[in-house]
């Protein structure tokens, strides 16, 4: 397998600190947004488990990291179009 995250300033283990992977709070924010919709899928199970296990305050980071993230993407797409 490849390390494509090799050299990257981002900590690809951290769901919320300053340097978090937008990748790690992108996926976490995804699952806990459509919960309701994939817990009826088998084999996202093992899964959601984690994501119970994240405290709500947490999930609160997770989300607004999400958005802000969310956010300059939509700023930097408005630039070059």
Not at 34 to 55: C, F, P, V
Request: proline share 1%.
């Amino acid at each position: 397998m490849s390390d494509y995250c090799r050299g990257c300033t981002y900590d690809r283990s951290d769901r919320l600190g300053e340097n978090a992977c937008p990748f790690n709070y992108l996926y976490w924010d995804f699952l806990d947004r459509h919960y309701d919709r994939l817990k009826s899928q088998g084999r996202m199970n093992l899964i959601l488990a984690q994501l119970r296990k994240i405290s709500d305050i947490d999930r609160q980071r997770i989300r607004e990291n999400a958005r802000r993230f969310q956010a300059k993407l939509s700023q930097v797409s408005k630039l070059h179009s």
